[in-house]
C-alpha cells in the first residue's frame, strides 16, 4: 500500500486531533500514523503519482491548514510537506528522512512553534506608474516632450527607453524598500519570493508572532492607505509555512 503524506506532526500532540475527521486525495480519510518521537498525517495514495493541477493542490492545502487549525500554535505544529509525496512504505520514510534529520525536524518544530506565516504580494498597472513618473519628473517630462513628433534615431530611441526603464525601476524598488522597512522588523524571519505575474513587482513571506498578525496587518493597512490607487495588495494572513521549512526526502 502507497502512501500519501502531508505533515509531520510531535506524537507527543496527537490526541489534540483525534477527533479530525479530513478528507485527502482522492477523498481518502487522512489519518496518523506514529513513528516515535513523530507522527505523520497521511492517507492511502490511489496513484503513483499526483499532477500538480488546482484541485490537488487545494486538497493537500487544506487538509495542512485543517491541521493548523486543529491544535493550538503555541503548543504543536504540524511540518508541511511537499504536494505529491508518495511513499511505499514507514520503513521507507523512517530511513530517508526521520532518522538521518531527527534533530532537524526537532529544530524545525520548535522554531516554528507560536509563529506563523503571512505573505504580501503587491501589483500595479506599469503603464500608469510610468506615466506617473514622468510627471513626478521634470527632466524626464521635458526630455520626452522635446521628442514627441519628431523620427527618432536608434541611437535617442534606446537613450529614452533606458530612462524610462531607469525611472520605473527606481519608482519599484522605492515601493519595495517601503513595505520592507515597515514589515520586516515585525517578522522573525522573511523569504522575498520570484515574480509571478508581468504586474507583480513584489512577493514576500513573513514569519511572524502568531498573536502579532493583527498589528502586521494594520500595518498593511497603512501601506495600503499610503499608496492608494497606485497599488493592489493581496495580504494571506494564514498559510502553510512552506517558506520556512525545506523538507524533501532524499
Do not use: C
Amino acid at each position: 500500500m502507497s502512501l500519501y503524506l502531508y505533515a509531520i506532526l510531535q506524537a507527543e500532540n496527537l490526541d489534540l486531533m483525534k477527533n479530525l475527521d479530513l478528507q485527502g486525495m482522492n477523498a481518502q480519510p487522512v489519518q496518523f500514523h506514529t513513528l516515535p518521537p513523530f507522527a505523520i498525517a497521511y492517507s492511502e495514495a490511489q496513484q503513483e503519482r499526483y499532477l500538480a493541477s488546482r484541485a490537488n493542490l487545494l486538497t493537500h492545502e487544506t487538509v495542512l491548514e485543517s491541521l493548523m487549525k486543529s491544535v493550538d500554535p503555541h503548543q504543536a505544529v504540524p511540518l508541511p510537506l511537499q504536494f505529491g509525496l508518495v511513499v511505499e512504505s514507514w520503513t521507507e520514510m523512517q530511513q530517508d528522512l526521520l532518522v538521518p534529520h531527527e534533530d532537524k525536524l526537532k529544530g524545525l518544530i520548535a522554531n516554528l512553534i507560536g509563529k506563523r506565516e503571512v505573505s504580501v504580494k503587491l501589483f500595479w498597472n506599469q503603464t500608469e506608474e510610468l506615466n506617473l513618473a514622468v510627471v513626478e519628473n521634470a527632466e524626464l517630462r521635458q526630455r520626452r516632450e522635446s521628442l514627441m513628433g519628431k523620427i527618432l534615431s536608434m541611437d535617442e530611441a534606446i537613450a529614452i527607453g533606458q530612462e524610462l526603464e531607469a525611472a520605473i525601476e527606481q519608482r519599484q524598488q522605492l515601493i519595495i524598500e517601503t513595505f520592507y522597512n515597515a514589515l520586516n522588523p515585525l517578522s522573525y524571519e522573511y523569504v522575498e519570493g520570484e515574480l509571478l505575474t508581468e504586474n507583480m513587482i513584489y512577493n514576500a513571506s513573513f514569519l511572524i508572532a502568531w498573536d502579532e498578525e493583527p498589528k502586521f496587518a494594520a500595518t498593511v493597512e497603512e501601506l495600503d492607505k499610503q499608496f492608494g490607487d497606485r497599488l493592489r495588495i493581496r495580504y494571506n494572513d494564514f498559510t502553510a509555512p512552506y517558506n520556512f521549512v525545506k523538507l524533501e526526502s532524499d
